[in-house]
């Protein structure tokens, strides 16, 4: 069964910085691309990041180009987003998704139960 | 970017209604659409992908359609359990974008 747990939220000041991780179960790890998708309080769904399945191709919104970094641990079967000069408008609830392809997206067929983010001072 | 424009942002409705919501892409992304259903406090969960094919475990009451730019999912028959919210999303080339969302209301 495949299960994605997301750690690491949390309350942060704007300017600051957050390390969020995905801890990947039941499914071959390297095999399937993986996202960030994130969700504003009372607002729609927002996709954020996307990593290959080998690692060697990376993807970002415009919104957190430069500032957010994705990357994944093979040995640890992690997915991490480091998020840099966190503002306001990064508040919500962030999605680790399982991509049903590997080298492209397709859908996210699985997903995490989310882990909040705020910042505010 | 490609924009997805959903429509209805709401729709009320009753059991057994037939629920049709669309989405309108700015380009042709062919079939690259997947439609996801959303319950408060809860994760989405994918429901049609390629525009048109059904994922595991999901009733055979909903169905999607459409191609290049005019995509549609369709409930044919609603129950108590598929009030919530719907979005579309396309995966034709990053930036990745969804729709705004439909919210499916008690009528």
């Known amino acids: 069964e495949v299960h994605l747990l997301e750690s690491g939220g949390g309350l942060v000041r704007p300017g600051g910085s957050l390390r969020l991780s995905c801890a990947a179960s039941?499914?071959?790890?390297?095999?399937?691309?993986m996202n960030w998708v994130r969700q504003a309080p009372g607002k729609g769904l927002e996709w954020v990041s996307f990593?290959?399945?080998?690692?060697?191709?990376?993807h970002y919104a415009d919104s957190v180009k430069g500032r957010f970094t994705i990357s994944r641990d093979y040995t640890k079967g992690t997915v991490d987003l480091q998020m840099n000069s966190l503002r306001a408008d990064d508040t919500a609830v962030y999605y680790c998704?399982?991509?049903?392809?590997?080298?492209?997206?397709?859908?996210?067929?699985?997903w995490g139960q989310g882990t909040p983010v705020t910042v505010s001072s | 970017d490609i924009q997805m424009t959903q429509s209805p942002s709401s729709v009320s409705a009753s059991v057994g209604d037939r629920v049709t919501i669309t989405c309108q892409a700015s380009q042709a992304i062919s079939s690259w659409v997947t439609w996801y259903q959303q319950k408060p406090g809860k994760a989405p969960k994918a429901l049609i992908y390629?525009?048109?094919n059904l994922l595991d475990d999901v009733p055979s009451r909903f169905s999607g359609g459409g191609s290049a730019t005019h995509f549609t999912l369709t409930i044919s028959s609603l129950q108590p359990e598929d009030f919530a919210t719907y979005y579309c999303q396309q995966t034709n080339s990053f930036p990745l974008t969804f729709g705004g969302g439909t919210k499916v209301e008690v009528k």
């Open positions: 990593i290959s399945g080998a690692g060697d191709s990376t």
């Open positions: 998704a399982k991509d049903g392809c590997k080298t492209s997206s397709c859908y996210n067929n699985h």
């Open positions: 390629g525009a048109s």
């Open positions: 039941g499914f071959t790890f390297s095999n399937y691309a």
